[in-house]
């Protein structure tokens, strides 16, 4: 074991900071484009402490591009993001590097840096805010995150290419928590992953999001993670938030496409699914569901 004597892991907090408002990330009356094609315009979103936001909309309608702009990596034209109290859009690099520590990313694709372990990749946030920490306790901390993520211990000496997609996905999420973060945003985290896969990573964010007390802004075009874990969904369309509810609530406005989306084949299988499920009182079995239901066969 590592001869220095690092603190245990439980008792390092390395966000000490902590958000009481009501809604840790508010955008106003954003516009983003590219060139001459317009993405968002007169954007409003606001979400809520401790829930997991749901956001959907067809392919292209601008949700990655809407994430990247509430973490700063995309400039709006117009408009205010205010994430944790703080202005996004009027922040300086080095006004908000903080913040920056306060939230978690899982990319769209996973974006782990190939050349590096598992390990390595958990690190590399931890080296950027706290390059103070020791290599024992650096190393500590990333099999922490590892195992939280629900990946054995050994995986944390692999290489992403030796992962299967569902691997890479929970090591992508190992190192969104790197930094003990108050945000987790999440572009299609089971995209691609079986539907069995799928439901337990489902299961693991909503145990992530109790014990860890966590905001999560969820991308997905999964309708059975909407109908399980999801307490609210936002629905983009138009450049704009459409609208933003339960899904009840969604059902209940006349906008064609919330219709086609929620009412559409694979939408009535989620909701049937998730109905069947809660009138045997069972929500913990829905990993035991049939893996070729038509909300998921062929996604
Ligand atoms: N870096 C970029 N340069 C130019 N155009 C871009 C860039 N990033 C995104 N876009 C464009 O912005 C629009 C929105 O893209 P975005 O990735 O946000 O879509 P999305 O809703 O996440 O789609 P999907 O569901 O397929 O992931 C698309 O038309 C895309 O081509
Ligand atoms: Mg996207």
Redesign the pocket.
Known sequence: MNETAAPPVEALDLNLEEFTGKHPICVRGLKTS??E?I?HEGLDLDVRKGEILGVV??????????MRAIIGLQTPDEGEIEVLGRSITGAQDDDDIDIRSRWGVLF?GGALFSTLTVAENVEVPLKEFYPEISPALMDEIARYKVVLSGLPEETTSKYPAELSGGMKKRAGLARALALDPELLFL??PTAGLDPIGAAAFDNLIVELKQALDLTVFL?T?DLDTLYEICDRVAV?ADQKVIAVGTISELLATDHEWIQEYFNGPRGRAAKTTKDRLDAKDRPGERQAKPVDTPAKAGA
Do not use: A, P, Y
Not at 57 to 66: D, E, F, I, P
């Open positions: 590219f060139g094609q993405v909309g067809g392919s292209g309608t601008g949700k990655s591009v809407l769209q572009d299609e991308i075009h983009i």
